[in-house]
């Protein structure tokens, strides 16, 4: 069939990051990113030209994933961005915003790619050796047998989303809330490979935070007339109630039963037949002194009523969702045939009860041993509630990471700036083997280091929005902040009160100056000794291995953008 139109040649575009396209798009995207950064982060309004749901965020899951990126370079750059937030949860404002604060100082450069691209490497070693030795200092230890750093952890990924809209009591409340779900999701008994359970959110809209709670078990949302009639239950014994899980309809549909021929012969009514089976599927359960039926899909009315006359409760429609928390607490395995149901597929549950909530009535389903259980999250509106649950899941995600890393990074942008200056004072006192393994001089060395800092210190600088000056310490290399309008004749001492992290007030003289000012390379000190550390309750703390994995993204994203010298697009 002959074209309508002539094929285009393709279109081919060499060295992207000099033309004004690429380099006004990345400035767009930078600032859209810087914006967002932090507790005092700029809100942003995600909608489409055709109308429908708009989402106000800050988080970078729903912000990268609401944009419509065209140009491939920026399309690298989310896209690497978006897949460390697929793996991580965490940092991923901070992955964007280096990676292209780097993308931007390195070209200024002007050196070779492949120049920039092997110091940076190196510096990009120098970071990772360094946060995971013993003598990091922007680092420490969570200590699983006391909670105030597992709390500062969590409350700072809260306090990090101003959409969620929680004030300091909210804030302390969920934070609380989160950490006791995580908890009762851990095994009692530890074995080599330890699974850890499941925390379910309810949702409960246009409520107070501060009636969220936690139910260990599951709830299952029920009808309020369904309350009367699931009482009482059959039992093995006193403390046992057998339960069946279904995964597949038992609705009676022929739909249902696979792919086939169906022979029906004459005088045989095929829903007769399939209500029959139903039936005797509910004698075997009654027989099997089975007390709850929980299916994913429909259970058909008559097979509903046959059980309820003996004392069977039955609970369909759950979804697809619930089935892995349902078969995880209840040890049960998901049935998918509708004859010869094995007992070994039967699970158990402790007790049964119902909890109503605000307007909504719940089956508490408590186990034997708790490993899932059920936040009921409440918040003032649908926006909110959302950015919220996300908050939530992404805190829970980094005390996973937690557990099997048991390291926290300090944050309110003390790590970037302590960092940057021990790769400053690193790359002045670097021996001159290492620059002939690199091959580059020295100067080139300190300008791609001096690069690479300023980047760090850039993404620090993005929590403060409001004008102000920016400041760090000659001994700690800690980040802090000064809000505008002080007088010129104060001492610097006279106006911080704390860093960023919380460890360090102004009652030690640390020498403090302007930062990304010229100034003498030192080696920081180290603080993970001190004892305000384990003495401070709100210590901000970002997530370990997700900034390490962030920072290692950034840098070699960056370095793969330098590294672009055609860009080849179909135009058909």
């Known amino acids: 069939m002959s074209r309508i139109e002539a094929k285009k040649p ?35 309004q995600l909608h489409n030209g055709m109308g429908g749901y708009v989402r106000t965020t800050s988080q970078s899951s729903a912000l990268l994933g609401g944009l419509s990126i065209t140009h491939p370079v920026l399309k690298v750059l ?18 964007a915003i280096l990676c292209c604060s780097l993308v931007e100082k390195f070209q200024r450069i002007n050196f070779a790619a ?27 230890l969570v200590d699983f047998d006391s909670i105030k750093t597992l709390l500062s952890l969590v409350r700072s990924i809260l306090a990090s989303k101003p959409a969620c809209m929680l004030n300091k009591t909210e804030a302390n409340h969920l934070s609380t809330l989160v950490l006791k779900a995580f908890l009762l999701t851990i095994p009692h008994t530890v074995e080599t490979n330890v699974v850890l359970g499941k925390c379910v959110i ?59 021929t169906v022979i029906v012969h004459h005088g045989i009514s095929l829903e007769v037949a399939v209500l029959d ?21 429909v259970i058909h009315p008559s097979l509903k009523q046959y059980l309820k006359e003996h004392r069977v409760i039955t609970i369909d429609r759950v979804g697809v969702s619930m089935m892995e928390p349902l078969s995880q607490m209840t040890g049960s395995q998901p049935i998918a045939a509708l004859h010869s149901v094995s007992p070994t597929c039967y699970g158990s549950l402790k007790d049964l009860r119902t909890e109503s909530f605000v307007s909504k009535h719940f089956l508490h389903l408590i186990p034997n041993d708790t490993l899932v259980c059920s936040l009921i999250l409440c918040n003032r509106n649908e926006m909110a509630w959302d950015e919220l649950k996300n908050a939530c899941q992404t805190a829970e995600h980094v005390l996973q990471l937690t557990i099997k890393q048991p390291l926290a990074l300090l944050g309110g942008g003390c790590t970037e700036t302590h960092l940057a200056s021990y790769i400053r004072h690193k790359s002045f006192t670097l021996p001159t083997s290492v620059l002939k393994t690199i091959d580059c001089s020295r100067t080139q060395y300190q300008l791609v280091a001096d690069a690479f800092c300023r980047s760090l210190e850039c993404v620090a600088c993005c929590l403060a929005h409001d004008d102000g000056e920016i400041l760090t310490d000659m001994v700690y290399g ?26 360090y007030n102004n009652q030690q003289n640390l020498n403090w100056t302007v930062l990304r000012s010229q100034c003498i390379p030192f080696a920081p000190q180290s603080c993970s000794n001190e004892p305000s550390i384990n003495s401070t309750d709100h210590l901000v ?25 055609y860009i080849v697009e179909d135009q058909n």
């Not at 989310?78 to 992955?95: E, K, P, Y």
């Not at 089976?277 to 899909?297: A, E, F």
């Not at 703390?541 to 010298?565: R, W």
């Open 277 to 297: 089976q139903l039936l005797n599927l509910g004698k075997q359960l009654v027989n099997d002194q089975v007390g709850l039926v929980v299916c994913q899909k």
């Open 541 to 565: 703390l970002d997530c370990f291995t997700a900034k390490c994995s962030g920072l290692q993204v950034a840098v070699e994203t960056a370095n793969l953008i330098l590294d672009l010298s």
């Open 202 to 260: 309810v949702p409960v809209k246009d409520k107070r935070v501060m009636d969220s709670t936690v139910f260990p078990g599951l709830l299952i949302e029920i009808p309020e007339f369904q309350l009367a009639r699931t009482f009482p239950v059959k039992r093995v014994s006193s403390s046992t109630i057998k339960m069946a899980l279904f995964c597949i309809s038992l609705s009676g549909d022929l739909s249902n039963i696979g792919e086939g």
């Open 10 to 44: 393709s279109l081919c575009t060499n060295d992207p990051l000099t033309k004004e396209r690429v380099s006004f798009s990345l400035s767009v995207l930078s600032g859209i990113v810087k914006s967002c950064y932090g507790p005092t982060g700029r809100l942003k």
């Open 114 to 140: 492949c120049t920039v691209t092997k110091i940076s490497r190196h510096l990009l070693s120098l970071c990772t050796d360094y946060l995971k030795s013993e003598a990091c200092g922007c680092r420490i």
């Open 78 to 95: 989310t896209a690497s961005v978006q897949n460390h937030i697929s793996r991580f949860s965490d940092c991923g404002l901070f992955t």
């Open 478 to 503: 800690h980040f802090w902040s000064v809000q505008s309008g002080f007088p010129s004749d104060c001492n610097w001492s006279d106006l911080v009160l704390k860093c960023g992290c919380g460890i």
